[in-house]
Nanobody, 120 residues
Framework: EVQLVESGGGLVQPGGSLRLSCAAS????????MSWVRQAPGKGLEWVSV????????MYEDSVKGRFTISRDNAENTLYLQINNLKPEDTAVYYC?????????????WGQGTQVTVSS
């Protein structure tokens, strides 16, 4: 059974940082690209970032470039998202997802999400 469990969210002031983690199990982690997707209150899902199976290639949504860093530890079956210089508009539930094609939005399994709230 594929399982993705996010952690690391919380309440942070503008300008602060967080590191989100996603523990994966039930599949061959290093065979898949992985994504982070977020959903702000009252809005739809927004793709944030993707990393390829080996960790050597990444892509980001324009609004997070330079502030977000996606990474993975294939030995630990864990995906990360380092978020710096947080802004109120980053407030959202952040989901990690397994992606079947690095170049195409093809997420097939999702975690339960972790809440990130940016507020002073």
């Amino acid at each position: 059974e594929v399982q993705l469990v996010e952690s690391g969210g919380g309440l942070v002031q503008p300008g602060g940082s967080l590191r989100l983690s996603c523990a994966a199990s039930g599949f061959t982690f290093d065979a898949y690209a992985m994504s982070w997707v977020r959903q702000a209150p009252g809005k739809g899902l927004e793709w944030v970032s993707v990393i390829n199976s080996g960790g050597g290639s990444t892509m980001y949504e324009d609004s997070v470039k330079g502030r977000f860093t996606i990474s993975r530890d294939n030995a630990e079956n864990t995906l990360y998202l380092q978020i710096n210089n947080l802004k109120p508009e980053d407030t959202a539930v952040y989901y990690c997802a397994r992606r079947t094609n690095y170049y195409r939005k093809s997420e097939d399994y999702w975690g339960q999400g972790t809440q990130v709230t940016v507020s002073s």
